[in-house]
Nanobody, 116 residues
């Protein structure tokens, strides 16, 4: 029943921008803190950015000042605006809850590749 569908990834040159979207269904979206995570090949999944139900945001140091997370509860969507992209941002990006021991089922993610 729970479904998280990420979209908006692609191939972009260093310094470029992408806007990722996560559409959620099967949950009462507005009660959850939400977050973006990413996983690069051979590395652990890491938290990129989170946003509480009240709109307070937190960012990993590596993306601070470059990425912006936002949410639209009416559309049950969480967004990630990514600017000044670097090759080290290359990863599969996922959305999920912003906290708690048990995550929702992971979606397929969306691939972001930053390369010249």
């Amino acid at each position: 029943q729970v479904q998280l569908v990420e979209s908006g990834g692609g191939l972009v040159q260093p310094g470029g921008s992408l806007r990722l979207s996560c559409a959620a269904s099967g949950i009462i979206f507005s009660i959850y803190a939400m977050a973006w995570y990413r996983q690069a090949p051979g590395k652990q999944r890491e938290l990129v950015a989170s946003i509480t139900r009240g709109g307070r945001t937190t960012y990993a140091d590596s993306v601070k000042g470059r990425f912006t997370i936002s949410r639209d509860d009416a559309k049950t969507t969480v967004l990630l605006q990514m600017n000044s992209l670097k090759p080290e941002d290359t990863a599969v990006y996922y959305c999920n809850k912003g906290g708690g021991a048990t995550m929702f089922p992971w979606g397929q993610g969306t691939q972001v590749t930053v390369s010249s």
